[in-house]
């Protein structure tokens, strides 16, 4: 019996509960703890076994239940306001929720709480009691830093929206839920300040989000290949993150973030180029430094992104812009290499990405073991072999220790993927290659949006004021404003009137 055969909860109890055994195929974990409060009535409390704090079930609803129900009153009232008795008079929880549709009942079932049904009414009560076990708040894993908060986001949905409203404790801070996959029903949420936020862009969120019709969402990767604005392109066009703080900053600013129960990631729209290159260390640091940081992350994206390339084209087409001392090492430490450059850098690159990709899947207790035996052991054999050349390990080492420094690894991800397309161009044509790769790779971001918004903003289209946060960092004095291309509401988030009539 599919669940959408059945409109609304029967007044027999027992009917109840035969559909409940047919729909779930009688499941071991679901609980019915039937209780009789007065001679011809009957109670029943149903839950799922692992998803309910049981301690709390038995010390307080079960008690409430059997020791304080004022039988006569229940016995001279019609059955169907018995449920607000029970309501309104005995139970102490204070999440209830009274219930009439059976697709609702079975869904709230399956969330982690507590239904109680009474025979002879139509409706049941929904006692929330969510239990199960959780991932206490640690330190977050992807984007660590040195100083600042030291907590991350965890798989539960509720301690993430909790985390975000410890930061922004305002009333316009605004929470939507709304349950994505047919079989899953994962709770989607999304939060934005209500005064500040951009109302079109918050309703392109939710129009994005309620056309997805797919059977499950179990991570929020899922959601941001649904609601990105196109798939044909390597840089990532919506912003993730584990770290609370990253999160509200960007809510301050007008974005709108989207949680997925079961994940520690939070997404964030819209997003920029230059956003996946800021830390939130940034903020915490003076801004000398963070503006050096940004400098340093986005010197590694080139190098991440064009050294392999520069050392194949260079070495094979345009040896005269190498010193001669160079020129005659390099020779030299290639005259027993079998290989040209180019086929040399794809298949360090390709040993680098399986030992990269083995580090992440292997045991960690053997995985430091492993890293040392791919670095050390294997590229000195190869050296000593005359399979490589030295200086093609220190490129290959410079390149990798390079894509680790970018703070968001979808856009590490995707320099490592454009890195092969510029290494082939290299080696085919030169530096010639290179320029072409790299002006086509500019034509393309230059056409990326993010829910609307120009991707490379504020470069292109260029806007003088969103410059101070995004390649440098001015101090928080002269950061007044919120980013312009963001269209928010409210454009100060520092400001006096003077300053309002001079930017006007």
């Known amino acids: ?42 109670i029943s409390l149903i839950y799922i076994d692992g998803l309910v704090d049981t301690q709390v079930l038995h010390n307080s609803i079960l008690y409430s239940l059997q020791e304080h129900i004022p039988y006569e009153q229940l016995g001279k009232i019609e059955p169907e306001q018995k449920i607000e008795i029970i309501k309104k008079q005995i139970l102490i929880a204070g999440d209830l929720t ?47 830093v ?21 930061k922004i404790k305002d009333s316009h801070l ?23 936020a951009n109302k079109e862009l918050v309703q392109e969120v939710k129009r994005r989000l309620n056309r997805i019709d797919t059977d499950s969402i179990l991570e929020s990767g899922y959601i941001e290949e ?5 798939a044909v392109t390597p840089f990532p066009t919506v912003y993730n993150s584990d770290r609370p703080d990253t999160i509200a900053a960007g809510i301050l600013e007008g974005k709108v973030a989207i949680l997925v129960d079961g994940t520690p990631f939070v997404l964030l729209v819209p997003t920029f180029f230059v956003a996946f290159f800021q830390s939130a260390e940034d903020y ?18 080139f190098i991440t992104l064009l050294a392999p390339s520069m050392y194949v084209a260079i070495t094979t087409y345009h040896q005269e812009m190498i010193p001669t001392n160079l020129v005659i090492s390099l020779a030299a430490q290639r005259e027993s290499v079998p290989f040209p450059a180019f086929v040399e850098a794809l298949i360090m690159e390709m040993t680098y990405e399986i030992l990269r990709e083995a580090g992440v899947r292997i045991p960690k207790n053997i995985g430091q073991a492993i890293s040392i035996v791919g670095t050390l052991v294997i590229g000195q054999a ?21 894509s680790f420094v970018i703070p968001e690894s979808g856009m590490s991800i995707a320099a490592r993927m454009i890195r092969f397309l510029l290494i082939a161009l290299a080696g085919f044509i030169g530096l010639y290659g290179i320029l072409f790769g790299i002006f086509i790779i500019v034509l393309h971001l230059s056409s990326l949006r993010s829910f609307g918004m120009p991707y490379m903003s504020p470069l ?4 003088s004021k969103d410059l101070k946060d995004s390649i440098f960092r001015f101090p928080w004095p002269f950061l007044k404003t919120r980013p312009a291309e963001n269209k928010t509401q409210n454009l100060f988030r520092q400001s006096t009137s003077s300053d309002e009539e001079s930017i006007k």
């Open 284 to 301: 915490y640091q003076r801004a000398d430094i963070g503006t050096l940081l940004r400098l340093v992350r986005f010197i590694s994206f």
């Open 460 to 463: 292109g289209p260029y806007n």
């Open 98 to 144: 009274v219930i009439v549709d059976y697709n609702q009942f079975v869904h709230e079932l399956l969330s982690g709480n507590v239904m109680l049904l009474l025979d002879g009414t139509s409706t049941a009560l929904r006692i929330g009691l969510p239990g199960w076990e959780d991932r206490n708040v640690g330190e977050p894993s992807s984007q660590s």
């Open 226 to 230: 649904f609601i990105q604005e196109t």
């Open 146 to 166: 040195v100083r600042g908060p030291m907590e991350g986001f965890t798989e539960n949905l509720r301690t993430n929206t909790a985390l975000v409203r410890r």
């Open 382 to 402: 190869a050296v000593a072999a005359g399979f490589i050349s030295s200086a093609m390990v220190i490129i290959v080492s410079l390149t990798a220790i390079s």
């Open 174 to 196: 605004w929470l939507e839920t709304v349950q994505i996959g047919r079989v899953t029903q994962t709770s989607v949420s999304i939060m934005y300040l209500s005064n500040i």
């Open 1 to 42: 019996m599919k669940d959408t055969e059945i409109g609304s909860l029967s007044s027999r109890l027992e009917v109840n509960i035969t559909n409940l055994y047919q729909l779930m195929g009688k499941s071991s974990d679901v609980v019915i703890k039937e209780l009789q409060i007065e001679e011809n009535t009957h």
